[in-house]
């Protein structure tokens, strides 16, 4: 079955850790995304990539950072830096071209402490 | 600026019809998307308009008027599973989704 899986479903850490969320896709997409979503907000876009090996900012990139070694995988990293990490996280995926549904994984609750 | 306008929360009966409006303002226009999403679960692919009018899939339906700066989904013959959160997002210039806060719909028996 082809998908997105992001693990864990839900993460607690202790303030002032960093921790990495995991994404991975096998849709053999190029482009990936990592989102956050809080309560009665919109997706906020953290950072995207468009092909291996580069990825770009999104709106709220501080105390996050993002690694594209391979096609199918996008991990996100919340750094200490990062004031308020409580929240959704989101991945998603979509084919090449600029105008193409996004595939979005099950998301990862992380609950600072 | 960048805005998405969607109703908070809308309540609406069992085999009865809903519409969702949505009002955007956004730098260029490349296309509307319209997403659900379950409570805790990732937002699924609803519809994609770049042409104003209707487009019809089943029970969903999805209108864009690109001069308004307007969209609506209409959901009919509604069921208990059509609960969730409808979420509007229109591509920009640089063909990125802007997302709106979503529209929490709850159906009654």
């Known amino acids: 079955d082809g998908g997105i899986t992001q693990s864990p479903k839900y993460l607690f850490r202790k303030e002032g850790q960093n921790v990495t969320l995991s994404c991975e896709q096998n849709l053999n997409h190029d482009a990936m995304y990592w989102y956050r979503q809080d309560p009665g907000q919109g997706l906020r876009l953290i950072y995207y990539?468009?092909?291996?090996?580069?990825?770009q900012k999104g709106d709220i990139a501080e105390g996050y950072s993002v690694s594209r070694e391979k096609k199918e995988s996008f991990p996100l990293t919340v750094t200490s830096a990062q004031k308020n990490p409580t929240a959704f996280y989101l991945c998603a995926s979509s084919p090449q071209g600029e105008v193409n549904e996004q595939f979005f994984g099950p998301g990862t609750r992380l609950t600072v402490l | 600026g960048q805005n998405i306008d969607q109703p908070t929360e809308m309540t609406a009966t069992e085999g009865a019809i809903v519409q969702i409006n949505c009002t955007y303002q956004?730098?260029?226009?490349?296309?509307l998307f319209w997403y659900q999403q379950h409570a805790g679960e990732a937002p699924t692919f609803l519809s994609y308009n770049v042409l104003d009018g209707l487009e019809e899939k089943g029970r969903f339906s999805s209108f864009l008027s690109r001069s308004k700066g307007y969209s609506y989904l209409l959901l009919k013959e509604l069921q208990m599973k059509d609960s969730a959160s409808y979420l509007c997002?229109?591509?920009?210039?640089?063909?990125?989704?802007?997302w709106g806060a979503g529209t929490k719909l709850i159906i009654k028996p």
């Open positions: 990539s468009q092909i291996v090996n580069d990825f």
């Open positions: 956004t730098s260029g226009f490349n296309g």
């Open positions: 997002a229109p591509l920009d210039s640089n063909y990125q989704l802007i």
